[in-house]
Nanobody, 126 residues
Framework: QVQLVESGGGWVQAGGSLRVSCAVS???????VAWFRQAPGKEREGVSC????????FYGDSVKGRFTISRDTSRNTVYLQMNSLKPEDTAIYYC????????????????????WGQGTQVTVSS
């Protein structure tokens, strides 16, 4: 069965960097992999997406220019490199995959994703 396991979260000072990873197993038949985050008391927010069909990437407005999504050679692991971190980046970061591509304007919709990881905590202090 499909499993997604995030890792690499932790604590970092503002301005620092972290790279979180998402290991995918049980299926390679997915068209999109994305990172979401959720802070206490707030809704789940789309952070970034990698379109497997054409290799395009998408980013939420709040992280553009600071975060980079990528995948490894085997396409079994997806990374999110986070630079110039800010306290408002503090959240639990989740990865998710979708078996379909619904269009460029839909990548940030959580309900369109089929499988989710358990999340990894990222804390950024001032």
């Amino acid at each position: 069965q499909v499993q997604l396991v995030e890792s690499g979260g932790g604590w970092v000072q503002a301005g620092g960097s972290l790279r979180v990873s998402c290991a995918v197993s049980g299926s390679t038949l997915y068209y999109a992999v994305a990172w979401f985050r959720q802070a206490p008391g707030k809704e789940r927010e789309g952070v970034s997406c990698f379109s497997l069909g054409d290799g395009r990437t998408f980013y939420g407005d709040s992280v553009k220019g600071r975060f980079t999504i990528s995948r490894d050679t085997s396409r079994n692991t997806v990374y999110l490199q986070m630079n110039s971190l800010k306290p408002e980046d503090t959240a639990i970061y989740y990865c998710a995959i979708s078996h379909n591509w619904y269009g460029d304007s839909s990548w940030h919709r959580p309900l369109l994703y089929d499988y989710w990881g358990q999340g990894t905590q990222v804390t950024v202090s001032s």
